[in-house]
């Protein structure tokens, strides 16, 4: 059973940056894909961006894509992501999702396609 706690959010203003965090209860996040969603009230969860285990692999949703980087430190099993030039239709719960995987490049970008998830954390951005 893996356990993720994530951290990092909070308010910030249309432009600015926030570094999210993800733990995992795990001694390594060795062999384990990684995701990140978000979900804003009143919509579906939507994913964000994915690394695979050895973090050789990343994939962004259409949202991130320039703005969001995502990464990992398996010997911390610690993931990260890294956003910018934050804007208010960015503002969600921000959810990180961990999944087995048994290739080193694999990315999943699919709700179903994970096993644990954290809590999520909230970023609010202003306008």
């Known amino acids: 059973q893996v356990q993720l706690v994530e951290s990092g959010g909070g308010l910030v203003q249309a432009g600015g940056s926030l570094r999210l965090s993800c733990a995992a209860s795990?001694?390594?996040?060795?062999?384990?894909?990684m995701g990140w969603f978000r979900q804003a009230p009143g919509k579906e969860r939507e994913f964000v961006a994915a690394?695979?285990?050895?973090?050789?692999?990343?994939y962004y949703g259409n949202s991130a894509k320039g703005r969001f980087t995502v990464s990992r430190d398996n010997a911390k099993s610690t993931v990260y992501l890294q956003m910018n030039s934050l804007k208010p239709d960015d503002t969600a719960v921000y959810y990180c999702?961990?999944?087995?995987?048994?290739?080193?490049?694999?990315?999943?970008?699919?709700?179903?396609?994970?096993?644990?998830w954290g809590q999520g954390t909230q970023v609010t951005v202003s306008s």
């Open positions: 795990v001694r390594t996040l060795s062999g384990y894909a």
């Open positions: 999702a961990a999944t087995m995987a048994s290739r080193t490049w694999d990315v999943f970008i699919r709700n179903s396609e994970y096993n644990y």
């Open positions: 690394i695979s285990w050895t973090g050789s692999n990343t």
